[in-house]
């Protein structure tokens, strides 16, 4: 298994980090380390090689999908006796100001799939569940196939169009 990111940790220095959007900023500032620390999620950064700065990160957590979410052609193929499905949450996903514009956001989320591929081989996951802070990010997942979660402001993607793409 190869990786283009690594786990967040005390050596990477998270204050000049900077997407632009304070939601992700601060998070990443001042909640990450101490989420990953509490095992309530997982935060992985991608490091310029050349400057040692962390262009990008993402998190990902265990998380559920309510059936009564699904859309109808999934639903169908699921058991009835499940209340909601396992899933994970790639909960933020940001880019660096300085390296926005390069494909770092497509590296990031092929990295971040890659990751939850290679956990639903070891642990049950129907899907990658998204929760886009807003309409630009709800684009840049629908462009990689996210489908809407009705009345959520949620988006999926199937493990098993996830597994199309690494095997």
Not at 70 to 95: C, H, T
Not at 136 to 161: C, H, N, Q, R, V
Request: hydrophobic share 35%; glycine share 6%; net charge positive.
């Amino acid at each position: 298994m190869s990786y283009l990111t690594i786990p967040l940790d005390s050596k990477h220095n998270r204050e000049n980090f900077s997407c632009g959007k304070d939601l992700l900023d601060n998070y990443f500032w001042t909640q990450a380390k101490q989420d990953v620390k509490r095992k309530l999620s997982a935060c992985f950064v991608l490091v310029d090689n050349e400057t040692g700065k962390i262009s990008g990160y993402y998190t990902l957590s265990s998380s559920s999908i309510s059936n009564d979410l699904i859309p109808e052609s999934f639903k169908k193929k699921l058991p009835k006796s499940y209340s909601s499905v396992p899933a994970v949450l790639l909960g933020r996903l940001a880019v660096d100001k300085n390296f926005q514009g390069k494909g770092i956001g497509k590296l990031l989320l092929i990295d971040s799939l890659k990751r939850c591929h290679d956990t639903s081989k070891s642990v049950g996951t129907f899907a990658v569940v998204v929760d886009p802070l807003d309409k630009e990010a709800e684009k840049f997942y629908k462009k990689y196939g996210f489908i809407s979660l009705p009345d959520s402001g949620k988006m999926f993607l199937p493990m098993k169009t996830i597994e199309e793409l690494f095997e």
